[in-house]
T-cell receptor
Framework: DAEITQSPRHKITETGRQVTLACHQT?????MFWYRQDLGHGLRLIHY???????NKGEVSDGYSVSRSNTEDLPLTLESAASSQTSVYFC????????????FGPGTRLLVL | QKEVEQDPGPLSVPEGAIVSLNCTYS??????FMWYRQYSRKGPELLMY????GNKEDGRFTAQVDKSSKYISLFIRDSQPSDSATYLC????????????FGKGTHLIIQP
C-alpha cells in the first residue's frame, strides 16, 4: 500500500545543531508539505513544494529550509536548532489537482535542549 | 482575529450520543472544507471533505458547510469510545493558494 513515512519519529538535539527530518511518500504525489503542531497554535505550514525543484515558504518558515530533488522525498532542515523549534513536525502530500485533500505522515517529535 | 476558530474543548459525551463539532472562519475565499481526526501521538487522518456549501454524509459522519454564515459542522451519530480523538477542521481557498488553514482542534471524549 502507498504511504507516507517520517524519520526519525523522535529526536533530541542541542541548540545550534543542524537537524534534518526526513519525509518519504510512495503515492507519487507532486505536492508535499511540512507543518508543525504546537499547543495553542494548531498546525502551521512551514514549507511546501508543488514538484521537483519547487519550494515555497509557508507561514512559519524562518529557521527552516527544504529541498526537492525527487518526487518521493521532501527533507526539512533546521539550520541551527533553537528551543522555540521544539515541536511535533508533520509531513503531508496531495495530488496535483487535489491540494485540499492532504494525507499526513505519523509525525516527528523534536526536542531542542 | 484568527482565520479559523474552533473550541478546543474538551467535549465529553456519553456513548451513543450525537456529537456536534463546529468551526467558524473569516476568510470568504475558502471553498474547500475538511475534517481531520487525530488520535493521540498520531498524524491527522482525513475524515470528510466538502466543496462549497451543503451537506455530505459518510456512515455515522455528516459534514455541513454554511458559507453565508462562515460556519462548518461535523456531526457524529451513535458515538463510540473509539471516536475519542481530537478533531481538526481545515480550509483551503484553491486557485494555487498554499497549504491548508487549520483550526486548533476540539478534543472529544466519548464516555463508555
Amino acid at each position: 500500500d502507498a504511504e507516507i513515512t517520517q524519520s526519525p519519529r523522535h529526536k533530541i538535539t542541542e541548540t545550534g545543531r543542524q537537524v534534518t527530518l526526513a519525509c518519504h511518500q510512495t503515492w507519487n504525489h507532486n505536492n508535499m508539505f511540512w507543518y508543525r503542531q504546537d499547543l495553542g497554535h494548531g498546525l502551521r505550514l512551514i514549507h511546501y513544494s508543488y514538484g521537483v525543484q519547487d519550494t515555497n515558504k509557508g507561514e512559519v518558515s524562518d529557521g527552516y529550509s527544504v529541498s526537492r530533488s525527487n518526487t518521493e522525498d521532501l527533507p526539512l532542515t533546521l539550520e541551527s536548532a533553537a528551543s522555540s523549534q521544539t515541536s511535533v513536525y508533520f509531513c503531508a502530500s496531495s495530488e496535483s489537482s487535489g491540494r485540499e485533500t492532504q494525507y499526513f505522515g505519523p509525525g516527528t517529535r523534536l526536542l531542542v535542549l | 482575529q484568527k482565520e479559523v476558530e474552533q473550541d478546543p474543548g474538551p467535549l465529553s459525551v456519553p456513548e451513543g450520543a450525537i456529537v456536534s463539532l463546529n468551526c467558524t472562519y473569516s476568510n470568504s475565499a475558502f471553498q474547500y472544507f475538511m475534517w481531520y481526526r487525530q488520535y493521540s501521538r498520531k498524524g491527522p487522518e482525513l475524515l470528510m471533505y466538502t466543496y462549497s456549501s451543503g451537506n455530505k454524509e459518510d456512515g455515522r459522519f455528516t459534514a455541513q458547510v454554511d458559507k453565508s454564515s462562515k460556519y462548518i459542522s461535523l456531526f457524529i451519530r451513535d458515538s463510540q469510545p473509539s471516536d475519542s480523538a481530537t478533531y481538526l477542521c481545515a480550509m483551503y481557498s484553491g486557485g494555487g493558494a498554499d497549504g491548508l488553514t487549520f483550526g486548533k482542534g476540539t478534543h472529544l471524549i466519548i464516555q463508555p
